[in-house]
């Protein structure tokens, strides 16, 4: 077999490690920050209804522009959208790699604060679009003049910013979004995969009118529990969309896709139901870990990240022996856990105490 030095890769990929967050069959699997509360069954029998409607058709090819499907994002996300402002692919990060396709390349970079998502420098990799990290002060919250400053400097193609933060689930203010925006002329995403866990901040959709570079990056991933189906969505000026359709691959959305996503947005209400639960286990399992003399950071998403650990790596692998698996993001003494149903809390809050303080030792 030949190894991957031997081959003549892309100059900008050399060296690079495969986005990886361990796939684990665990009990209680705690560390990609999907929604573990199962789904309502009234609900999936519907999924499954449209699902075979859908599956009578598959001779033919999906409706390229899921017209159907943008017009029910637009209904969902309300704040006047239309279908023609909105745009949907197989998981927010395919719709952030088109958004880079199109805007970002060769010559051309995007900036973001970090820590933030470890997909975006992977996705400026892949495009060959140079990536410019700026850090974020120690609490780990952007200020309009922390964002400015940057803008002004780099002048990036893209900026993305990440509200709430992952995997520091800090929240964003729209001052912010506000100042970014008028700081320079590229693109501004604001990727609110998490929004609909924050209950204290408003989405920077409401920003959308009169500023045609915003972007807001949305995902079914996260609070509407529906990660397997893979369907990412995004707002902005239509002709944004415009410019999102030249570096698409033509059906990239399943008639399935579609058709599922359509159903589970008719039932979005119900859909959503668990998030208040979530946020319930989360500001528990906060608590708990604040009482046991951690350091938690202020979450508005459906995590926490949590410092204090004396080897963030002993406590991961005990956790994992103990069939709990959470994230380690290489953030000194940190973990990042993800708030699941009562039991996985009460479960991930026992094992840890277990620990002692400081977790497990390396
Ligand atoms: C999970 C996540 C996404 C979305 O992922 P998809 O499943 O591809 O929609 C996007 N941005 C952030 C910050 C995330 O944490």
Known sequence: MTSLSDLPLRANLVGKEPYGAPQDPVPVSLNVNENTHPLPEDVIEDIIASLGDAVRGVNRYPDREFMGLREDLARYLGHGLTAEQLWAANGSNEVLQQVLQAFGGPGRSLLSFTPTYSMYPLLAG???????????????????????????????????????????????????????????????????????????????????????RLLVSRTMSKAFAFAGVRLGYLAADA???????????????????????????????????????????????????????????????????????????????????????????SIDGHLRLTAGTADETTQLIEAIRALGPGGAKA
């Open 126 to 212: 892949g495009t060959d679009t140079e990536w410019i990290p700026v850090a974020r002060p120690n609490d780990y919250a952007l200020t309009a003049e922390l964002v400015v400053e940057a803008l002004e400097e780099h002048k990036p193609s893209i900026a993305i910013l990440c509200g709430p933060n992952n995997p520091t689930g800090t929240s964003l203010d729209l001052d912010v979004v506000k100042a970014a925006y008028d700081a320079f002329d590229g693109i501004l995403v604001v990727d609110e995969a998490y929004h609909e866990f924050d209950s204290s901040h408003e989405s920077a959709l409401s920003l959308l009118p009169g500023r045609p």
């Open 239 to 329: 002709a944004v969309v415009d410019a999102l359709r030249l570096v698409r691959l033509p059906y990239h959305l399943s008639a399935l896709t579609q058709a599922a996503a359509s159903a589970a947005l008719r039932h979005s209400a119900e859909m959503l139901r668990a998030v208040d639960d979530i946020r319930l286990q989360r500001d528990r399992l906060a608590a708990e870990l604040e009482g046991m003399g951690y350091l938690v950071h202020p979450s508005g998403a459906n995590f926490i990240l949590v410092g204090g650990f004396a080897s963030p790596e002993a406590t991961f692998e005990a956790l994992r022996a103990e069939g709990i698996l959470i994230r380690n993001l």
